[in-house]
C-alpha cells in the first residue's frame, strides 16, 4: 500500500449523504471542509436582520444549515457531538481555493450528470495534481463523468459510494473509472477497511454498481411477488425480517424510511439502463408502488408510505398498514405462519433456511420462489458486475444489513437443493454453475485452517478471500482450535499464546453456565496461556445477566442461592481484575447490565465504535450488583482531585447508574468513565476488534505483566454523601419526576456508594462494597414492586415504570 496519508478531506455537497460523509471522516479525526452553494436570495428573517447577500452568515447559509440538521438527526452520525469541530464550513465560491491543501476531495452534488461535470470543471483549476477526487453516485457511470478532464484528475478519479448512514451501514463500494491507476485503487480499498471501518468492494462500473444491483432486485422481486401470492404487507414484513436474519425493518418499513422515491429512481435507472438483463420487466413498478408515487406516499420523509402513523382520539397513537388492494389504510393485523413456527428454538439464522425452505404453508411457497429468483439472478450477475462471488455477499450484508449474503443461503440449503428450487420456478442460472458442479465443487465456500474459501469462477477452485490477515472470524477457528465448552461459552486458541472465552447463551446474557465457563477459561489461560480475551461475534456483546434465573429465585424466595449466585457474579469479574494474566474484554453492539460491569473490570478495553454501554439495572428494579456500583463508587473515588468538591464528583457516578446512561457509541463512554482515557481503545472496523484485542493482551503479556494489588484505598464519604442523596431523591420524587419505587431503589444505591452512614470519610476495600451491594440488590430483590418490572422486562422486554 502506498504511503499517502488522509489528514484532511473536502466533501462538495452537504445534503444528508455529504453531511454525513463529513461526520463520518470527523469520527476517525480527520479534519473536514464542508462546502456547498451559495444562495440566490433572502429569507424573510435574513431581510428582517438587514442581512445582505454579501454577508457570510448568509452565504454559508445552506452548507451550515445542512450540517445542524444532519448533526441533531436521529440516529447520531457523530461518535461525540465534540467531534463537529473537526468540520469547517464554507461555499463553493469563497472557499473552493481552499480544497488545494486537501488530501482527498468527495463530490456529494445531486444525481445530475451535467451538475456533476460542472463541478469537476470548478475543483480540476483548484485541485492540487495528486490529489484524490471521487464521486458518491449511487448510479451514474464513472466514465462520463470523468469525460473532457485532465490527465492526472482522470487518473485519480473513481467512485467511492458510501451507504446512508455512513457512520452506520458499511458498504463502501470503489468503482474505477477508464483511467483510474491501480494505486488510487489498491489505497482507498485498504482506507475503507482500516481508517473508515468499512467492508469494501471493488465494483464495475455497471448500472447501481453491486449493492443496489442486488438489493434492488430483491426488493422488486418482492413487490412483484406480493401481488401474485396475495401477502400483505405485515405478512411480508414477518417474513423478511429477523427471522432471515435481515433488519427489524425487513421491507416495507425499511422502504419507508429509505424513502420510496430513492427505491424508484435507482430502478428505473436499472430498467433503462440494462435492457439486457434477464430480469428487466422485474425493474417496472408494479401498479400499488405507482400509486404511492403519484399520491406523493413516500414514506417517513411525507408522513405515510407503507404504513401511517395516526393520533387517535385519547391522544395515543396508532401505526395503520396499507392495503395493497384497495389502496387504503387499516389497522394493523398480526401475521403468523406454521413455518416460522418450526423455526423459533433455532437460535442461529443459518440453520434455519433448510426448514424455511421446506415449509408446508404459504411461507414455504414464499421462501421457494424468493430464494429460487434470488439465486439464479446473482449467479447470472457474474461477471457483468463483480467477477468474484464473494463480493456480492459482502455488498448485501455491508450495505442491506443481512446477515448472510445469497451464495451463503444457498450453501447452507444445499447446492442441489438451491438449483431443485430453481427448476420447479422455472429460473435459469448461469452456465458456470454446472462447470462448477463438473469439477466436483458442491459449495460456494469452505473454510481451511481458519480462513475463508470462495469457488474462483475461471480458475474452477476454491481461493483464499482476500483481506482476511487483519481479522479473526471466530466461526472459522471455532471446531478446530476449541479448548473448553459448555452450554453458555466457548474457548478458543486464538494462537500465539492467547486464549478467547466467547459467549454462547441467548443474546450472550451471563447465567451460571457463562461465569462457570469464564472462571475456567481463566484457570486456563493461568496454567498454560499469557493472556485472554474475553470477545465474541454476535450481533452485541451481551445484554446483561440472565433476569429470567433472578426472577425465578426470586419469587421462590431462594434467597440463599440468588446470594450465592450474586456473589458467583461478582467473584467473576473480580478475578477478572485480579487473575495473574492481563485481561482484555471486547465490547460490541448492546454491552448492557453484566456485560458493562464485566467491561468495567478488564485490565483493558478493546470496543467497537459502535458499542452502546451502560449499567441499567434501574429499568428492571435493582442496583448493580456485579461489582458494577462498587466500582462507580471506586472510580468516583480514584477522580477525587485537591481541593475538589467531592460529594458533585460522586454525584456524578451517581446519576450515571440512576439514570440507567447507555452511551450511544464507544466515545461516549469515556464521559460516563466506564471506557478510561488513554488506557482502552476504540477501533472504528469491528471485523478487527478480536485480532486487536489479541494483540493488546499478548503487548501486555511481553512487556512483563504483574498481577495487580487488590485495593483497600477507596474513599468513601459516609453520611455526608448519603444525606445529600436522600435530600435529592426527596424532592424528585415530591416533585413527581420519579416514583416510590424509584426512589427507594435510588437509595440503597446511595447507601453503597457513600459506603454506608459513617459518621465521616474512610478509606474501605472493595470486599466492603461488594458486600453493601449485594445485600441492597437482595434486599430489592424482596419487593413486589421489583419482581414486577422483572416480569415485565422478560415478557415484554421492555422497562415498566412503576
Not at 492526472?152 to 455512513?166: A, L, R, S, V, W
Not at 420447479?424 to 481458519?450: H, L
Not at 446474557?509 to 496454567?527: Q, R, T, Y
Not at 469491528?686 to 503487548?699: F, P
Request: charged letters at 25%; aromatic letters at 8%; proline letters at 3%.
Amino acid at each position: 500500500m502506498s504511503k499517502r496519508r488522509i489528514n484532511k478531506v473536502a466533501v462538495i455537497g452537504s445534503g444528508i449523504m455529504g453531511s454525513g460523509i463529513a461526520c463520518h471522516f470527523a469520527n476517525i479525526g480527520v479534519e473536514v471542509l464542508l462546502l456547498d452553494i451559495v444562495p440566490r436570495e433572502l429569507t424573510d428573517a435574513e431581510k428582517a436582520k438587514g442581512l445582505t447577500l454579501e454577508d457570510k452568515v448568509v452565504r454559508n447559509r445552506i452548507v451550515n444549515g445542512d450540517l445542524q440538521k444532519a448533526i441533531k438527526s436521529n440516529p447520531a452520525p457523530l461518535y461525540h457531538k465534540s467531534f463537529a469541530n473537526r468540520i469547517n464550513t464554507g461555499n463553493l465560491e469563497d472557499d473552493i481555493a481552499k480544497v488545494k491543501d486537501v488530501d482527498w476531495i468527495i463530490e456529494v452534488v445531486v444525481e445530475r450528470l451535467d451538475i456533476k461535470k460542472q463541478v469537476f470543471e470548478n475543483l480540476e483549476k483548484h485541485r492540487t495534481p495528486g490529489t484524490i477526487i471521487t464521486t458518491n453516485t449511487s448510479g451514474i457511470p464513472i466514465k462520463f463523468m470523468s469525460e473532457g478532464r485532465g490527465e492526472d484528475f482522470q487518473k485519480h478519479f473513481c467512485g467511492t459510494h458510501f451507504f446512508n448512514p455512513p457512520r452506520y451501514l458499511k458498504l463502501f463500494e470503489i468503482i474505477p473509472g477508464p483511467k483510474t491507476d491501480p494505486e488510487i485503487l489498491e489505497f482507498l480499498n485498504g482506507y475503507g477497511e482500516k481508517f473508515l471501518g468499512k467492508t469494501t468492494v471493488v465494483a464495475k462500473d455497471t448500472p447501481a454498481f453491486i449493492g443496489n444491483r442486488i438489493g434492488i432486485f430483491g426488493i422488486q422481486s418482492l413487490f412483484h411477488l406480493v401481488k401474485d401470492m396475495g401477502l400483505t404487507v405485515e405478512e411480508v414484513d414477518k417474513l423478511t425480517g429477523p427471522v432471515i436474519g435481515r433488519p427489524k425493518s425487513a421491507t416495507f418499513r425499511t422502504v419507508d424510511v429509505v424513502g420510496l422515491d430513492t427505491l424508484v429512481h435507482v430502478a428505473n435507472g436499472i430498467y433503462e439502463n440494462c435492457p439486457k438483463d434477464e430480469a428487466h420487466d422485474l425493474f417496472k413498478l408494479p401498479n400499488f408502488v405507482q400509486t404511492l408515487v403519484d399520491n406523493k406516499w413516500l414514506g417517513s420523509k411525507s408522513g405515510q408510505g407503507f404504513y401511517k402513523k395516526v393520533r387517535k382520539d385519547d391522544g395515543s397513537s396508532e401505526i395503520l398498514t396499507l392495503d395493497l388492494d384497495t389502496m387504503e389504510y387499516r389497522s394493523s393485523k398480526r401475521a403468523s405462519f406454521a413455518t416460522l413456527e418450526l423455526t423459533k428454538s433455532v437460535d442461529k439464522v443459518i440453520d434455519r433456511f433448510p426448514i424455511l425452505i421446506n415449509g408446508k404453508d404459504k411461507a414455504g411457497d414464499f421462501y421457494r420462489q424468493n430464494f429460487a429468483g434470488m439465486f439464479a439472478y446473482v449467479t447470472n450477475r457474474i461477471p457483468e458486475i463483480s467477477d468474484e462471488l464473494y463480493k456480492i455477499d459482502d455488498a448485501m450484508k455491508a450495505g442491506f444489513g443481512w446477515e448472510h449474503g445469497p451464495f451463503e443461503i444457498w450453501d447452507a440449503i444445499g447446492l442441489d437443493k438451491g438449483l431443485e428450487l430453481m427448476e420447479a420456478a422455472g429460473k435459469n442460472p448461469a452456465a458456470w454453475i454446472q462447470e462448477m458442479k463438473d469439477a466436483g465443487a458442491t459449495s460456494f465456500y469452505t473454510v481451511k485452517d481458519g480462513a475463508t474459501y470462495y469457488y474462483d469462477i475461471p480458475q474452477k477452485k476454491h481461493l483464499k478471500v482476500p483481506g482476511q490477515d487483519a481479522f479473526i472470524i471466530l466461526d472459522n477457528i471455532r471446531k478446530s482450535n476449541e479448548v473448553f465448552k459448555n452450554s453458555g461459552v466457548v474457548v478458543e486458541d486464538l494462537g500465539d499464546g492467547i486464549l478467547n472465552c466467547e459467549f454462547q447463551s441467548k443474546m450472550n446474557s451471563i447465567g451460571g453456565d457463562v461465569l462457570a465457563g469464564l472462571n475456567k477459561a481463566i484457570d486456563l489461560a493461568e496454567k498454560d496461556f499469557d493472556g485472554l480475551v474475553v470477545g465474541n461475534q454476535g450481533a452485541n456483546f451481551s445484554v446483561g445477566a440472565n433476569i429470567g434465573m433472578i426472577f425465578m429465585m426470586a419469587v421462590e424466595q431462594e434467597y440463599d442461592e440468588l446470594n450465592a449466585a450474586i456473589k458467583f457474579f461478582q467473584d467473576t469479574v473480580m478475578r477478572l481484575r485480579y487473575s495473574s494474566i492481563p485481561t482484555v474484554v471486547a465490547p460490541h453492539g448492546m454491552t448492557l447490565g453484566g456485560g458493562c460491569e464485566m467491561t468495567l473490570h478488564a485490565d483493558r478495553v478493546v470496543a467497537a465504535a459502535e458499542s452502546y454501554i451502560g449499567l441499567v439495572e434501574f429499568g428492571v428494579g435493582v442496583i448493580p450488583g456485579g461489582g458494577g456500583s462498587k466500582e462507580m463508587a471506586l472510580r468516583a473515588s480514584d477522580s477525587f482531585m485537591k481541593d475538589d468538591v467531592e460529594l458533585n464528583r460522586l454525584q456524578e457516578y451517581f446519576l450515571t447508574i440512576g439514570m440507567a446512561k447507555v452511551s450511544t457509541s464507544a466515545y461516549e463512554a469515556y464521559d460516563l468513565d466506564i471506557l478510561k482515557k488513554g488506557k482502552d481503545i476504540v477501533v472504528v472496523n469491528k471485523d478487527r476488534q478480536i485480532a486487536t484485542a489479541k494483540a493488546v493482551a499478548r503487548q501486555m503479556a511481553d512487556q512483563g505483566y504483574t498481577k495487580p494489588v487488590k485495593r483497600k484505598d477507596v474513599k468513601v464519604l459516609g453520611k455526608q454523601a448519603l444525606g445529600m442523596f436522600l435530600v435529592g431523591t426527596d424532592s424528585m420524587e415530591a416533585s413527581k419526576y420519579i416514583s416510590e419505587h424509584d426512589q427507594k431503589i435510588a437509595n440503597k444505591l446511595a447507601y453503597v456508594m457513600a459506603g454506608g452512614d459513617l459518621s465521616e470519610p474512610t478509606l474501605v476495600t472493595e470486599q466492603y462494597l461488594l458486600d453493601l451491594e449485594r445485600e441492597a440488590f437482595l434486599s430489592l430483590c424482596g419487593e413486589r414492586k421489583t419482581l414486577e418490572r422483572l416480569q415485565h422486562m422478560i415478557q415484554k422486554g421492555k422497562p415498566l415504570r412503576n
